[in-house]
Structure formats: C-alpha cells, structure tokens
C-alpha cells in the first residue's frame, strides 16, 4: 500500500483506487492527466472503416474523436463527412465500396504497447447517450493478425447499445469451438440510465474462469475450459484492450444524428495483477 501511495503522488490528478483487494498489484493503467492527444507509449488507434458494417470512420490521432480534457479520455462521434482513402468502385468489400462516411469517431488499442494474460481490467466511465450508439471496453488475443478472429478470442468487459437497450450492460466471450464460432455472456440493469452517471465496468481473469463486474457487482461467470480446443485455449493467452465508440450497424440500429455528437467520456483505465 505504501508503494501505491508514492505511486498515485507521481500522478497528476490520480483518483482513488475504489477497489483494490490486498491480492492485486496495480501494473498498467492511464489516468489520462495531461490535455491532448491520448499517450503514444500507451496507445494505438485503429483506423477506417473495420468492422460489422458500422457507420463510423475511426480516425487516427484527430483531437475531435479522441482527446484528454479535465483529467478524462473523450472519444466523440461527429456528425461529418470524410472521404474514405480505401474507396474503390468496383471494391468487393464494404470497407471499399463506401467512397465517404457520414459519421467519424475513434477505436483506442494497446496492440504492440501492452498485453496482459490474467489479472483484473477496471475502467471508470459514463457511456455516451444516444440511438445507434455503441461504445465498446474489451479485449482480444495478441495472435489476432496471425490466427484471425474468433480463433484469437474476444472478451467484452463492456457492450452498451445507447436507445435500444438504455439501462443494460453486457458482458460477453466469443471463442472457437471446433471450428464453430461460439459466444457466452451476461447482462446487468442499471438503476438508472448508465449516461448519466460514471461507473466502473471490469472483468477478473484467471488460469479458471473470467467473471464480469458492473460496479462490483459480479453479473456473469465464464468458465475457460468451455472454451478448450486440441491445440490450446483462446483464454490462457495474452490479450490486448480496445476502448471504441462505435456507431450503428445491425445490434445498435440506425443512428439519430439529433443525438450527435455522442461522447464516450473515461476516467481511467487500470491493470492489476496477482501478487506473488
């Protein structure tokens, strides 16, 4: 506790911890302190048009989808047409045939900056208000470029889907089973609706199971072996973390652009590990 407190007196506006059991070490985290761009030690973006056939153009270090202001992460979806530099008229793939997106936001990863295989993800944050929005805390295997998803796994710490579902949150896994893709998860209703208000959203992963919090309220429970495959298990592997906020597709719906720009606003983010 001693090293935590000399830890927290290097950081400028360092919050307290809400929830730090005596078998955690805190071992990563951003408490996003400095104004401006997000931190390039820390993170990465993705960037186009990705995935699901969203509506969003995740841009690439552009302080109007992602920025530091008052000691908070802010990614933004704007209402604003850009042109898509993968444009082809006679593309094959929907990433390709859209010559300009309507909306803009951004996808903050860790990929190449920092993994973690087991241990406890905590993110502080007030999800975005509404229709079609799809703001995003989760997780996927390292080996992603080489073996492809779902083959990689994929951990959702947190699905909001704006107007449609306004008070739940999900918690969900998505993994190969011979050769099928495969998905189990969990939900939890708010009291209240989650935009209004910060909450901590976090997972607790070990060598046996996953278990997803909503202010540390345990929701949902994954047992990894339900996952196990002959040539290992998607979940006894390093993971990197993705904070996104998407816009429209299928699960969210369209999007109402009286209720743009939405703003995904997080507080921080914190990777704590299991003391030896």
Known sequence: MIKYIFLCSLLAGCHKIPYQPTEWKLVWWDEFSQNGSPDPTKWDYEEGFVRNEESQYYTRNRLENARIEHGNLIIEGRKEKIFNPKYDPNGKTWQTQRQNADYTSASLITLGKASWQYGRLEVRAKVPFGQGAWPAIWMMGINRTQVGWPKCGEIDVLEYIGNRDPKTIYGTIHYPIGGQYKSNGGTI?????????????????????????????????????????????AFRKPFYLLINLAMGANWPGPINPEHTPMRFVVDYVRVYQKRQ
Do not use: M, V
């Not at 047992?223 to 298990?233: F, I, K, R, S, V």
């Open 189 to 233: 209703k708010a009291n209240s609706l989650p935009s209004e208000n910060f909450h901590t959203y976090a997972i607790e992963w070990n060598e046996k199971e996953i278990r997803w919090f909503f202010d540390n309220q345990l929701f949902h429970t994954f047992p990894l072996d339900t996952a196990n495959e002959p040539d290992g298990n």
